[in-house]
């Protein structure tokens, strides 16, 4: 008997989780030999007043009307690497808490989500709670199930269309962020199906205020803002509209598919009993993989995404800090025999994740 499609998951086998305890204790033991905060610091506080200016300051000049069309897009552009650059570099690490070891600092910063026309408690619920917990579980983790034309996930059913994915995929990931307009509000039944097995608690009704708001005061900032303050057509914003989140979107899903839909990135199926048989460290290890290189660019842009088993085991650490650590998390896990998935690049990584696409979508996997 398979248990209930959103039911609760345990993770077993308690000898692996000795893994996790021995490496805590030497993280833990780098951060007070070294007498640094696991926080980011000063470092994350410059990276996000870049990452919002890139983001707000080329809105800013679009609006003073003082640009001709094709200078215009060209600054939407930069929106869109603004919006993503806030997304991964900001709004990621304060939603989990390592931004600062102020909670008020993280609300704000967190709160830049709004900004990219997204929602707190919902990335929360579905990133921080189901993704980090349950990763590469199909139903319950949203980042690889149940996409439109997608098969991210060996638990998805095949189809025809499929065959092509790895040729389409890229132009759906680009609507990523646009989807936030319309998923925020889809996710509360899901939430409230998933409440019923405990998996997690129900939508709060004080949250849909704060979701309609949300959406209102993004819509009179995006949409309403320019058409009033510049003399254009609504053919023209929406060409800028869809070239600042098509930008982003395109950067952040296939940042964050590198990491989980590659090779040697499990997709594990639970037991008839509801159980996964590892430990919940040893499950991130075998569902995640690292891109990380020499490109230190890439990483700072994509705030530290690169090392994303770090990430995964330690999502209360900010990604300032994973360059550093990724050697003591890779040695403890060698140490206790477990493989430590890392494509050396974000070239390598990209290629793993299309032969993953062509790979799921002939059936081969």
């Known amino acids: 008997m398979q248990p209930a499609k959103y039911a609760k998951v345990k993770f077993l086998n308690r ?31 410059f990276k996000a007043v870049f990452m919002l200016s890139l983001y707000l300051i080329p809105f800013a000049l679009i609006l003073t009307g003082q640009f001709s069309n094709l200078q215009m897009l060209v600054l939407t552009i930069l929106m869109g690497l603004g919006v993503a650059g806030v997304g991964m ?9 390592s931004f600062s070891s102020s909670s008020k600092v993280n609300k704000f910063f967190g709160a830049s989500i709004y900004l990219l026309g997204g929602n707190v408690y919902n990335w929360d619920v579905q990133h921080n709670k189901l993704h980090h917990t349950y990763t590469n579980l199909h139903d319950i983790d949203e980042d690889i199930t149940g996409k439109f034309m997608l098969r991210l996930s060996c638990g998805d059913k095949l189809k025809a269309v499929h065959r092509f994915q790895h040729i389409y995929a890229f132009f759906l990931y680009s609507l990523m962020t646009i989807s936030f307009l319309w998923k925020d509000f889809k996710e509360i ?30 819509a009179l900032f995006i949409f309403a803002l320019p058409m009033l303050v510049l003399d254009i057509s609504f053919g023209q914003w929406f060409i800028g509209f869809m070239a600042m989140h098509c930008t982003a979107g395109i950067i952040l899903s296939t940042v964050f598919q590198l990491a989980h839909v590659v090779e040697g990135a499990a997709q594990p199926a639970v037991d008839d009993r509801g159980n996964i048989e590892n430990a919940w460290a040893i499950h991130q290890l075998n569902t995640t993989a690292n891109f990380a290189g020499s490109n230190k660019a890439i990483s700072w842009y994509i705030g530290g995404l690169d090392y994303q088993v770090e990430h995964h085991l330690f999502p ?21 025999g477990i493989v430590y998935n890392n494509k050396h690049s974000f070239t390598k990584g990209l290629q793993s994740h299309i032969r993953m696409l062509h790979n799921l979508g002939h059936g081969v996997i």
């Not at 570099?89 to 808490?97: F, L």
């Not at 405990?198 to 708001?213: A, C, N, Q, S």
């Not at 209360?316 to 206790?336: G, L, Q």
């Open 15 to 45: 000898d692996k989780s000795l893994f996790f305890s021995a490496l805590r204790e030497n993280i833990d033991c780098y951060f007070e030999t070294n007498c640094i905060e696991k926080t980011g610091g000063s470092r994350l506080l």
């Open 89 to 97: 570099s900001v709004m990621h690490d304060a939603i989990h808490g």
């Open 189 to 218: 039944s899901l939430y409230n199906k998933m409440a019923k097995t405990g998996l997690v608690k129900p939508f709060p009704k004080k949250e849909l205020f704060t979701l309609i708001v949300s959406k209102i005061a993004y």
């Open 316 to 336: 209360n650490i900010s990604h300032v800090h994973y360059p550093a650590i990724a050697s003591i998390v890779k040695a403890t896990a060698e140490d206790f």
